[in-house]
């Protein structure tokens, strides 16, 4: 009898240690601290002055299936991983792509897969399908995101050693800033995410048209956890199979169209860091 009551104490204090160091991990207690750039619809954006969009719902599904409440923190996208690192939010929940280079500082759990598309005006006559048809031309990209790399990437290796001219890349700090530069006509076209430029031509009216007939560079979104926090990478993993198994999940990607990564996928656009 004693033997089995100092087992149950030990395992009592075992438990205690986890549960304390898991509390210890966040930021503040009961809650998620997020970094988001809320300029990037239908991920996140502002409505009514309150964060809103795809991942902010999605993270507070998390939250709740956690016992927390999610508290958003916005600032500006290539501000996002410093601020992790600099430990000024738990996590980024910011449509991040996840990318051999971003795995290098910082951990990433995948949640959603998706790709770039090929945005200009409804009215030109400039109608690019591929990545190639950009070669000599001006683009407009936000400025720390993954599709401005594979962009400057694919104009150094593809345009210049084609003897092409290269593209004309103007980098902005927000999306938003990008598509305005499209509708002023300092951009010939934007490079964006498919389901922000789905976002912007139905807010814009027909004014802007998706010219891209396929995906351009196919890529898992992440949500971002420091390497030195295991436990808020386990807790946000487990949080994120528990909240994926109920109807609010399924109602979720429902309402915003969007389509969960297959295990297949994770497994074949899941980079290594390099």
Avoid: W
Wanted: charged share 20%; glycine share 6%; aromatic share 6%.
């Amino acid at each position: 009898m004693t033997k089995k009551i100092k087992v149950i104490q030990l395992t009592a204090v075992a438990l205690g240690m986890v549960a304390a160091g898991a509390h210890a991990a966040f930021l503040q207690p009961g809650k998620i601290v997020a970094g988001s750039d809320v300029t990037f619809a239908p991920y996140e954006y502002m409505k009514n002055d309150k964060p809103a969009g795809f991942d902010i719902e999605m993270l507070s599904g998390i939250a709740h299936s956690m016992g927390r409440q999610l508290v958003t923190e916005d600032t500006r996208f290539e501000n996002l991983i410093p601020g992790l690192r600099g430990k000024k939010f738990d996590v980024t929940n910011s449509a991040m792509y996840i990318t051999a280079a971003r795995l290098k500082v910082v951990d990433m759990i995948p949640y959603l897969k998706t790709g770039q598309s090929i945005v200009v005006l409804a009215s030109s006559s400039f109608k690019p399908k591929t990545a190639e048809d950009l070669c000599g031309h001006r683009a407009s990209v936000q400025a720390g995101t993954s599709f401005l790399q594979n962009l400057q990437h694919f104009s150094d290796d593809y345009c210049v050693k084609h003897n092409l001219k290269p593209i004309a890349i103007s980098q902005f700090s927000t999306d938003p800033q990008a598509t305005q530069a499209l509708l002023s006509h300092a951009a010939d076209a934007q490079i964006t995410d498919v389901a922000v430029a789905l976002s912007a031509v139905d807010k814009l009216k027909g004014r802007v048209v998706i010219s891209s007939d396929k995906l351009l560079y196919p890529q898992l979104l992440g949500i971002g956890v420091r390497k030195d926090d295991p436990e808020v990478k386990q807790a946000i993993t487990e949080g994120l199979h528990k909240f994926s198994q109920t109807p609010q999940y399924q109602a979720l990607l429902a309402k915003y169209k969007f389509t969960a990564p297959t295990a297949n996928d994770i497994k074949s656009l899941m980079p290594t860091a390099q």
